[in-house]
């Protein structure tokens, strides 16, 4: 992940980007992956699927370490928000947050989250509303 140049509202992007690696240990030689042009500040895998989330806007990177096949898929979240945390489970199935804003019956900003399910071909299969004061923007009533 690098921390220059990027603009948190999402309208500059990292200067470097972000890079997935791995190491071969047959031949303990670094292997390139994946560039992308967001910064990448989390990783997991479930079976043959490596996932990474790139920031910001939270776009959802995969690897598939048998085809060497890249498939990205943008999830969304606020201005700013990066989430360090998701899952992926036996199947291959990513979670992700998804943070949306909005505005109350007064007026004030909303920031409502959600956990987003995606099949093992970055399909959205749900999403679910989070209902956790700690997960919301400082704004929320």
């Known amino acids: 992940?690098?921390?220059?140049?990027?603009?948190?509202n999402g309208s500059r992007l990292p200067t470097w980007g972000g890079h997935l690696w791995r190491l071969q240990l047959a031949?303990?030689?670094w292997e390139h992956l994946l560039v992308a042009p967001e910064a990448l500040i989390a990783v997991?895998?479930?079976g043959r699927l490596v996932y990474a989330l790139g920031y910001f806007g939270h776009v959802l990177y995969q690897y598939d370490t048998?085809?060497?096949?890249?498939?990205?898929?943008?999830?969304?979240?606020?201005?700013?928000?990066v989430s360090r945390n998701f899952s992926v489970d036996y199947r291959g199935h990513a979670y992700v947050p998804r943070l949306r804003t909005g505005e109350t019956?007064?007026?004030?900003?909303?920031?409502?989250?959600?956990?987003?399910?995606?099949?093992?071909?970055?399909?959205e299969i749900r999403e679910t509303p989070l209902v956790y004061d700690h997960y919301v923007h400082a704004d929320n009533p």
Do not use: C, N, Y
Request: charged share 35%; no cysteine.
């Open 44 to 46: 997991a895998a479930g």
């Open 1 to 8: 992940m690098d921390e220059e140049g990027e603009e948190v």
């Open 105 to 123: 019956p007064t007026g004030r900003r909303l920031v409502t989250a959600s956990m987003v399910e995606f099949a093992s071909d970055l399909r």
């Open 27 to 29: 031949t303990h030689r």
């Open 66 to 81: 048998k085809r060497a096949v890249i498939k990205q898929v943008k999830v969304g979240s606020v201005d700013g928000h």
